[in-house]
Structures are given as structure tokens and as C-alpha cells.
């Protein structure tokens, strides 16, 4: 006989088990290992900004011929990155393809990316639930800039989506099945006997109990790092799955986004001061005494769009807008460990005192610390930062000033440039530094002297970052290096690579050789950090820099 006890732990089981499963993630399973397109890029990606939302879990197979029922039971969609092309048929059994319309039908979800459609050519089902393929006539041109826009705003994908622009390949005169809806278009001119047309770009459909999704776009990991193409994926997987999505809209794809009246106030706490523009951060000054360096995080623009990435994986200690020394007296003060995030050396904030004014001016005083574990400090800093007030083009700018004092005689250093002793391809760098959006596109650096290749390591009073918004928006950032700064004009650390990607600037004061402080000597250095977007030309940005040293 079954003790009570027993059978309350046996309850308890069950309750646990079904809690955890209401709870837990949408089960992908992406069928892989042929395409062709890269798929050995593409895959990782499209399963790293579905993880990144911690809705989903990721597994992949590179035998989608093998599927079968008991298989997808595991699952609750399926996303095809694959196909045979230019074999125009599949290899799927009978039973394979009887598993996959049965997983459909009772309600699983089955997503299409981009040449993930152009498959089992023989098999008409597979064809009709991505509503569209790859058929005769089909073609397109070079990768381009184009806006996508969106259809049905009532969908739950793209309800509350502003369109968006991206740099993809753009499919024309695709074989329509005429079984799926269209919720997304873009522009292309004179692809219909010479007359301009717009082109599906995104379907949904439904068989079933099931639902469907097919996203023409992400020819390649560049193209998939769009802001745009992420949300729609990241949506139209859940969407699919679920019949619902519960993921909140980044707010730069938001059709409430933009908004010609500004109403700006501020936030305060005891560790971070931030100027807030309809209820978006502008820009918030971060000084909590436990992560030391302090930083600006989100650096915006006055509608929102945001300029800063923090704490990147690749680079975790890169703290959008922030200042740090590489080595003093031998020891890193700007690497952190990746597990603890402290570096060898300690940067440390002393005090912090902060002033706004109604206008929207505001000061930030600060006493900072160098020091190796808890020795005396070998090096003070006395940093003051002054916000500007946005100008009616929403421009604004942060000077920011730092006076360090030697404590010892320190050496200040940075990893040796290639033709040094062990020196780097990528040494140089330490200082006044911004790292910047990885969702920007259409990136560019230009100096002051409109130099715009081969601008690493090269000498200017200043460097623009010019890069476009998702919607499309021109933005930039622009830091000005003060003339009375240390040595002749500054050396630039600049890094612009699409692929990766990686996008960071910094007057590098020391990256052509050490400096040496003596005991008691002082170190000044000013720079403005200037904000900028549509209204703003290169005119405009020579006439600030000429109001900044004439101060």
C-alpha cells in the first residue's frame, strides 16, 4: 500500500515537472549543414541571437534526412538555414516529410531563413509553407541599402514596428505560392519590364494548428547582425512556436520613437546621473564606486538612438565612453579578468560630487585613485566632466578634463606597436576612449582633414564617427583633441571592421612611445566628445571645434 507520504512526494513530482516545463524554452531544432550560402557562419549566428533573448534552445542537426516523428517531438520549430541548391531536389524519405507536415499540422512552427526556402524543389508541401521560393525569373542584384517596410501592423511579429533599414540582398520576382500572407516589403526600382515594384521580404502562414514564418533577408553574418533582421527572427520564432510573442520592442524600432517635441528631465541616484528625453536616456554617467572606472552609458542621440556599447563580449572591459591607463609601472590597470572583471590594477573613485542645472547643463566632479592591490596610490586624478544642453538639432557635448598627479615616479605604457620590441599589430591604445553600437551600419571615420583610409595611427585635432541608425537616421560622434594636450598632435587609435564587428576610436596620447611622470609633475588633458546627427555637415562640426579651443 502507498504510503501518503509517498504519494504527496509523487504529487509534488508531477507539479514540479509540469511547472518547469510551463517554464521553460522554446525548443528550436535548425536544420543545417548544406546551403549555399555560408552556412558554417550563418547557423551560429541565427542560433546565437536566438539564445541571446533566453527564450529559446538552441539545437542544430546537419541531417535534416533523418528527421522523424519521435524526433521532433523534442521540439516546438523547426528553422531551415539549408538546402541542396542547385539540386533541385530534396532527400527527405516519405517519412521524414510525413513527420515534418504531421509536426506542423498539430501545431508545431516551421521558420525560413532566407536560402533556407530554396529546397526539396520536388516536395510541394515544404514549397507552400514557405509561401514563397526561388523560382524562374528569381534573381537579385549586389548587396544594397534598402528600407523594409511593414505591412500588417496588426501582426504580432511587427505590431508596434517602425520599418527599419538594412544591407542585404534583396530577392525580385519570387515564385509566390499565393499560401502565406505578406507582412514586409521593400523598394526595387525597375524590376518589373522597367517599372519600379516593392518585394515581399517576409511571410507568414499557417497549416493547421501550426503557423509559419519565412524572412527573405540574412544573406550572410553581416547582413543578420541588423537590428532589424534579429527582432524579426527573434519574434517570428516565438510567433511561430507559440502563436504569440512577448518580447518587448527595441525601442529604436518603435513607431513612437521619434518625436519632434523633446521633454527632457533628469535622473538621479547615488550612483549614475542620466538626462532623459521622453522617458529614453540621452546619456547616463555611471560612478558606482564598486566597478570603479567610471563611464558613459547609453551615449544617444536625442531620439533615442543609441551610439554605445558596454561590456562587449570580445572586450568586456571596453566601457562605451570611458578613460583608463594600460600599464602603470608594468601593471594592466585597462584589461579585466573575464570572470572576477578586475583588472591587475586598481582604479578606484575617491569622491564624486554632481550639478544640474534647469537647463540641462550639468557637472560632474571627481577625485580617482591608480593603485596596485592596496598599496599607496601612485597616481590621483582629479576629473571634471561638463554636459552641454541639446541645441534645437538635438546636438550636445561632454568636455571632459582630467589633471593626474604623480604620487612616485610612475611610467605610464601601452602593448608596443609592430615594428617595437614584442610589439602588436593592435598595440597603441590607452586613454580617452569610445567604443561604439554594433547595430550602427553605413560606418565611417573621417579627420579633420577629411581623411578618411588608412586613418589608424594617423595624427588630427579630430576624428567624426559617422554611421546610420536602423531607421535609417544619420548619426556621429565626434572627439576633439585639445591642442595644449600632451606632446604634438595626438596619434588616433581607430578600429572599423564591418565583419566583426568592432568599431572604437581614441586619441591615443601615448601610442608612439611611454611617458614618464616624475613624482609631485602634473598630466592635463581635455577633450570634447560632441553628438551629432541629421541636421549636422562637416561645417558645422570645424565651427565646434573651433568654439571648443577658443573657450
Same mark, same amino acid.
Given at each position: 500500500?502507498i504510503s501518503?507520504?509517498?504519494? @504527496? %512526494?509523487v504529487?509534488?513530482g508531477?507539479?514540479?515537472?509540469f511547472?518547469?516545463?510551463?517554464?521553460?524554452?522554446?525548443?528550436?531544432?535548425?536544420?543545417?549543414?548544406?546551403?549555399?550560402h555560408?552556412?558554417?557562419?550563418?547557423?551560429?549566428?541565427?542560433?546565437g541571437? @536566438?539564445?541571446e533573448?533566453?527564450?529559446?534552445?538552441?539545437?542544430?542537426?546537419?541531417?535534416?534526412?533523418?528527421?522523424?516523428?519521435?524526433?521532433?517531438?523534442?521540439y !516546438?520549430?523547426?528553422?531551415?538555414?539549408?538546402?541542396?541548391f542547385?539540386e533541385?531536389?530534396?532527400?527527405?524519405?516519405?517519412?521524414t516529410?510525413?513527420?515534418?507536415?504531421?509536426?506542423?499540422?498539430?501545431?508545431?512552427?516551421?521558420v525560413?531563413?532566407?536560402? &533556407?526556402?530554396?529546397a526539396?524543389?520536388d516536395?510541394?508541401?515544404?514549397?507552400? %509553407?514557405?509561401?514563397?521560393?526561388?523560382?524562374?525569373?528569381?534573381?537579385?542584384?549586389?548587396?544594397?541599402s534598402?528600407?523594409?517596410?511593414?505591412?500588417?501592423?496588426?501582426?504580432?511579429?511587427?505590431?508596434?514596428?517602425?520599418?527599419?533599414?538594412?544591407?542585404?540582398?534583396?530577392?525580385? +520576382?519570387?515564385?509566390?505560392?499565393k499560401?502565406?500572407?505578406?507582412?514586409?516589403e521593400?523598394?526595387?526600382?525597375k524590376?518589373? *519590364?522597367?517599372?519600379?515594384k516593392m518585394?515581399?521580404?517576409?511571410f507568414?502562414?499557417?497549416?493547421?494548428k501550426?503557423?509559419?514564418?519565412?524572412?527573405? @533577408?540574412?544573406?550572410?553574418?553581416?547582413?543578420m547582425?541588423?537590428? &532589424?533582421?534579429k527582432?524579426?527572427?527573434?519574434?517570428g520564432?516565438? $510567433?511561430?512556436?507559440?502563436? #504569440?510573442?512577448?518580447?518587448?520592442?527595441?525601442?529604436?524600432?518603435? %513607431?513612437?520613437? +521619434?518625436?519632434?517635441?523633446?521633454?527632457?528631465?533628469?535622473?538621479k541616484? +547615488?550612483?549614475?546621473?542620466?538626462?532623459?528625453?521622453?522617458?529614453?536616456?540621452?546619456?547616463?554617467?555611471?560612478?558606482?564606486?564598486?566597478e570603479?572606472?567610471?563611464?558613459?552609458?547609453?551615449?544617444?542621440?536625442?531620439?533615442?538612438?543609441?551610439?554605445? $556599447? %558596454?561590456?562587449?563580449?570580445?572586450?568586456?572591459?571596453h566601457?562605451?565612453?570611458?578613460?583608463?591607463?594600460?600599464?602603470?609601472?608594468g601593471?594592466?590597470f585597462? !584589461?579585466?579578468?573575464?570572470?572576477?572583471g578586475?583588472?591587475?590594477?586598481?582604479?578606484e573613485?575617491?569622491?564624486?560630487?554632481?550639478?544640474?542645472?534647469k537647463?540641462? *547643463?550639468?557637472?560632474?566632479?571627481?577625485?580617482?585613485?591608480?593603485r596596485?592591490?592596496?598599496?599607496?596610490?601612485?597616481?590621483?586624478?582629479?576629473? !571634471?566632466?561638463q554636459?552641454?544642453?541639446?541645441?534645437?538639432?538635438?546636438?550636445?557635448?561632454v568636455?571632459?578634463?582630467?589633471?593626474?598627479?604623480?604620487?612616485?615616479?610612475?611610467?605610464?605604457?601601452?602593448?608596443?606597436? #609592430?615594428?617595437e620590441p #614584442?610589439g602588436?599589430?593592435?598595440?597603441?591604445?590607452? &586613454?580617452?576612449?569610445?567604443?561604439?553600437? +554594433?547595430?550602427?551600419?553605413d560606418?565611417?571615420?573621417?579627420?579633420?582633414? &577629411?581623411?578618411?583610409?588608412?586613418?589608424?595611427g594617423?595624427?588630427a585635432?579630430?576624428?567624426?564617427?559617422?554611421?546610420?541608425g536602423?531607421q535609417?537616421?544619420?548619426?556621429?560622434?565626434?572627439?576633439?583633441?585639445?591642442?595644449?594636450?600632451?606632446?604634438?598632435?595626438?596619434?588616433?587609435?581607430?578600429?572599423?571592421?564591418?565583419?566583426?564587428? @568592432?568599431y572604437?576610436?581614441?586619441?591615443?596620447?601615448i601610442f608612439?612611445?611611454?611617458?614618464?611622470?616624475?613624482?609631485?609633475?602634473?598630466?592635463?588633458?581635455?577633450?570634447?566628445?560632441?553628438?551629432?546627427?541629421?541636421?549636422?555637415?562637416?561645417n558645422?562640426?570645424?565651427?565646434e571645434? !573651433?568654439?571648443?579651443?577658443?573657450?
Amino acid at each position: 500500500m502507498i504510503s501518503k507520504k509517498w504519494l @504527496l %512526494l509523487v504529487v509534488f513530482g508531477i507539479f514540479i515537472s509540469f511547472w518547469c516545463t510551463a517554464k521553460g524554452k522554446i525548443n528550436v531544432l535548425i536544420l543545417s549543414g548544406s546551403n549555399n550560402h555560408k552556412w558554417q557562419e550563418t547557423t551560429p549566428a541565427i542560433k546565437g541571437i @536566438l539564445e541571446e533573448t533566453g527564450l529559446f534552445e538552441v539545437s542544430i542537426t546537419e541531417e535534416p534526412e533523418k528527421m522523424n516523428s519521435n524526433m521532433l517531438g523534442n521540439y !516546438e520549430v523547426l528553422l531551415s538555414n539549408w538546402n541542396l541548391f542547385p539540386e533541385k531536389n530534396g532527400n527527405w524519405a516519405e517519412e521524414t516529410q510525413n513527420a515534418v507536415l504531421d509536426f506542423v499540422e498539430n501545431g508545431g512552427g516551421f521558420v525560413f531563413v532566407h536560402a &533556407g526556402s530554396s529546397a526539396n524543389y520536388d516536395w510541394a508541401e515544404f514549397q507552400k %509553407l514557405a509561401g514563397a521560393t526561388w523560382g524562374k525569373g528569381t534573381r537579385h542584384g549586389k548587396q544594397h541599402s534598402f528600407e523594409v517596410v511593414v505591412e500588417e501592423f496588426n501582426h504580432p511579429i511587427v505590431n508596434g514596428m517602425s520599418n527599419f533599414w538594412t544591407t542585404d540582398e534583396l530577392w525580385i +520576382k519570387m515564385q509566390n505560392f499565393k499560401t502565406c500572407r505578406i507582412i514586409g516589403e521593400a523598394f526595387a526600382p525597375k524590376t518589373n *519590364k522597367g517599372f519600379d515594384k516593392m518585394e515581399p521580404v517576409m511571410f507568414e502562414g499557417k497549416l493547421g494548428k501550426g503557423r509559419t514564418f519565412f524572412l527573405v @533577408l540574412g544573406h550572410d553574418v553581416k547582413s543578420m547582425r541588423n537590428l &532589424g533582421f534579429k527582432t524579426l527572427l527573434q519574434r517570428g520564432s516565438e $510567433w511561430a512556436a507559440t502563436g #504569440k510573442v512577448k518580447q518587448k520592442l527595441p525601442h529604436e524600432l518603435t %513607431l513612437k520613437r +521619434k518625436t519632434s517635441e523633446n521633454k527632457l528631465k533628469w535622473k538621479k541616484d +547615488k550612483n549614475s546621473l542620466s538626462l532623459l528625453n521622453q522617458k529614453q536616456t540621452v546619456w547616463r554617467y555611471n560612478f558606482n564606486p564598486s566597478e570603479g572606472k567610471p563611464y558613459i552609458h547609453p551615449l544617444s542621440t536625442i531620439q533615442g538612438t543609441e551610439l554605445t $556599447w %558596454l561590456r562587449p563580449n570580445d572586450h568586456p572591459w571596453h566601457r562605451a565612453v570611458w578613460f583608463s591607463w594600460k600599464f602603470i609601472n608594468g601593471v594592466n590597470f585597462w !584589461e579585466e579578468n573575464r570572470k572576477t572583471g578586475v583588472s591587475d590594477g586598481k582604479t578606484e573613485i575617491i569622491s564624486t560630487n554632481v550639478e544640474t542645472g534647469k537647463d540641462f *547643463k550639468a557637472s560632474v566632479t571627481q577625485q580617482l585613485g591608480y593603485r596596485i592591490a592596496d598599496q599607496e596610490y601612485l597616481l590621483t586624478e582629479e576629473r !571634471e566632466l561638463q554636459f552641454s544642453p541639446p541645441n534645437k538639432y538635438g546636438n550636445y557635448y561632454v568636455d571632459w578634463k582630467c589633471t593626474f598627479t604623480a604620487k612616485e615616479d610612475v611610467v605610464l605604457d601601452r602593448t608596443p606597436l #609592430k615594428h617595437e620590441p #614584442k610589439g602588436k599589430g593592435y598595440g597603441g591604445y590607452a &586613454g580617452f576612449s569610445i567604443r561604439l553600437n +554594433k547595430d550602427l551600419w553605413d560606418t565611417s571615420f573621417e579627420s579633420d582633414q &577629411g581623411e578618411k583610409e588608412s586613418v589608424h595611427g594617423a595624427r588630427a585635432s579630430y576624428f567624426t564617427f559617422n554611421a546610420k541608425g536602423v531607421q535609417g537616421e544619420h548619426v556621429g560622434v565626434s572627439i576633439f583633441d585639445d591642442p595644449d594636450n600632451y606632446g604634438d598632435a595626438t596619434h588616433w587609435y581607430v578600429w572599423n571592421t564591418d565583419n566583426h564587428p @568592432l568599431y572604437y576610436f581614441s586619441p591615443a596620447v601615448i601610442f608612439n612611445a611611454k611617458m614618464e611622470l616624475k613624482k609631485g609633475e602634473k598630466l592635463k588633458l581635455k577633450y570634447r566628445l560632441l553628438v551629432h546627427g541629421e541636421e549636422t555637415d562637416k561645417n558645422d562640426i570645424k565651427a565646434e571645434w !573651433e568654439r571648443f579651443v577658443g573657450q
